[in-house]
């Protein structure tokens, strides 16, 4: 599967903005999905994740209460709503899909069997 994300941009503290990855082929339904982010001088870090069925979701415990996760498997796409953004949610985010059949979102980016390429969300202070 291929993995493009879109979406990034400047934005202000307190604002908003949707990311949005979309993904080729038509297995996008078997795929759990995962958002992270890496921003400079820092390892990647997990952001959010979403099952395959969207009925469950996870959130790292900076983003959580202002990120959502969500997906349309009709649409092969899944989203990423950030809301209230800080200036330490600057970073290049990744949207990532994993294969495995597993009960719940996958936190791991090891976890992950396909990346795309990453959109830049400046937010200024």
């Known amino acids: 599967v291929q993995l493009q994300a879109s979406g990034g941009g400047l934005v202000q503290a307190g604002g908003s903005l949707r990311l949005s990855c979309a993904a080729s082929g038509r297995t996008f339904s078997r795929y759990g999905m995962g958002w992270f982010r890496q921003a400079p001088g820092k390892e990647r870090e997990f952001v959010a994740a979403?099952?395959?069925?969207?009925?469950?979701?996870a959130y790292a415990d900076s983003v959580k209460g202002r990120f959502t996760i969500s997906r349309d498997n009709a649409k092969n796409t899944v989203y990423l709503q950030m809301n209230s953004l800080k200036p330490e949610d600057t970073a290049v985010y990744y949207c990532?899909?994993?294969?495995?059949?597993?009960?719940?979102?996958?936190?791991?980016?090891?976890?992950?069997?396909?990346w795309g390429r990453g959109t830049l969300v400046t937010v200024s202070s």
């Open positions: 979403i099952t395959r069925s969207g009925g469950s979701t």
């Open positions: 990532a899909a994993d294969w495995r059949v597993v009960p719940g979102p996958s936190v791991q980016g090891h976890e992950y069997d396909y």
